[in-house]
């Protein structure tokens, strides 16, 4: 039975839900590689972003066996599947149960059979559990943090303040307590912490005391930047929007970690590194902001001084002037990597 599209008013759907040429990019290419050249992302989707630094990083080739330890829309898989056949193998994770079906099917469709691709529904933090099935370790490993372009843009999965809808902001909406659950249990001064720790917000203290005020009635997503509005009404008076704009998204991001528990996650996938890749092994990390920076910082540069590594970055790589044009989500991007020693260090 045939299923007519959402309704919508005006000339142009506006809602994410009715925005049906981007959610079947198949049936309607033309109109998707408009909103491509206009420099945005179709709804629904996400574009990967430095693509060709990771592969230089990386140098999948035929043969190798590699783990993205961050699914999401496939963008990257894509890419790495393309150059590890035939003879190669590539296994995938990711945390989010909606999504990861659907990439898969893409995948699928593409042609990459379970000889090839893996998909498994894990924290990327469980990576080393893979590495047995890798032979022991990885040719290659990347790991694309933050959340996709698929999760902002949805409403009903509560990432952003773009469109209403519940305050939410799992990763995984089966497990854990949503965001609207913990700001009722926290104090001001913890708000405060994870305000300042999360996103490096300057006006932590301000918002924080918005939210803990506001926070028997803080269930949804424009009830969260009402409080974030109020409370920066008088600082940021005067000054353009896009001053709010940023306090907006630096808390959406640190309740989003928090509620996730990413930096945890992050810090075992770090640690467990070296142990998943094979001598003279790859790794990548882009990361988006520098509470994620400085810890894949670290810990490459303590791997780099145990003799584990024997190179890592010094600096991260940034996406260049053009890819920023064509996606601004690339802007905060930042890709650090490092090669794990041929050989094994004797003590």
């Known amino acids: 039975m045939h299923k007519r599209r959402v309704r919508y008013r005006g000339t142009h759907p506006r809602r994410f839900e009715e925005k049906y040429k981007e ?23 996400h574009r990967p972003i ?30 790495l599947l393309g150059r590890i056949v035939p003879g190669g193998r590539l296994l995938a994770l990711d945390v989010d149960p909606i999504e990861i079906e659907r990439t898969e099917q893409r995948l699928r469709k593409k042609g990459f059979g379970s000889d090839v691709l ?14 047995g099935e890798a032979g022991g370790g990885f040719d290659f490993v990347l790991a694309d943090l933050g959340v996709s372009s ?11 303040f773009k469109y209403d809808g519940p305050l939410d902001l799992r990763l995984n909406p089966s497990r854990g307590q949503p965001a609207s659950a913990l700001i009722q249990r926290l104090s001001a001064e913890a708000l405060e912490k994870i305000l300042r720790e999360n996103s490096d917000e300057p006006h932590a203290a301000l ?9 028997e009635e803080i269930q949804t997503t ?14 940021l008076k005067g000054m353009p929007e896009g001053e709010m704009t940023r ?23 770090l640690r467990n590194m070296p142990l998943c890749l094979k001598p003279g092994g790859r790794a990548a990390v882009i990361s988006f902001h520098a509470g994620e920076d400085q810890r894949v910082e670290r810990f490459f540069k303590e791997g780099l001084e145990r003799g584990v590594y024997s190179q890592a970055a010094s600096s991260p790589v940034r996406a260049s002037h053009e890819e920023c044009y064509d996606n601004p989500r690339a802007a905060s991007a930042m890709l650090r990597w490092a090669l794990k020693r041929q050989e094994e260090i004797r003590s």
């Open 23 to 45: 959610h079947d990019p198949e049936k309607y290419g033309s109109d998707v590689e408009k909103i491509l050249k206009s420099g945005k992302t179709p709804a629904g989707s």
């Open 50 to 79: 430095l693509v060709r630094e990771v592969l230089e990083i990386l140098r999948p080739g035929p043969g190798q066996i590699g783990l993205d330890a961050t699914l999401g829309f496939g963008g990257h898989a894509v890419e």
């Open 118 to 131: 893996s998909v498994r529904r894990s924290n990327f933090a469980g990576a080393l559990k893979l590495a």
């Open 150 to 160: 698929m999760q902002l843009d949805d409403p009903r999965r509560g990432f952003a």
């Open 207 to 215: 918002i924080a005391r918005s939210i803990f005020f506001r926070r």
């Open 222 to 235: 424009a009830a969260l930047a009402g409080a974030v509005r109020q409370a920066l009404s008088g600082v």
């Open 247 to 269: 306090s907006l998204r630096r808390t959406f991001q640190a309740l989003r970690i928090a509620v996730n528990d990413e930096f945890s996650a992050l810090e075992q996938l």
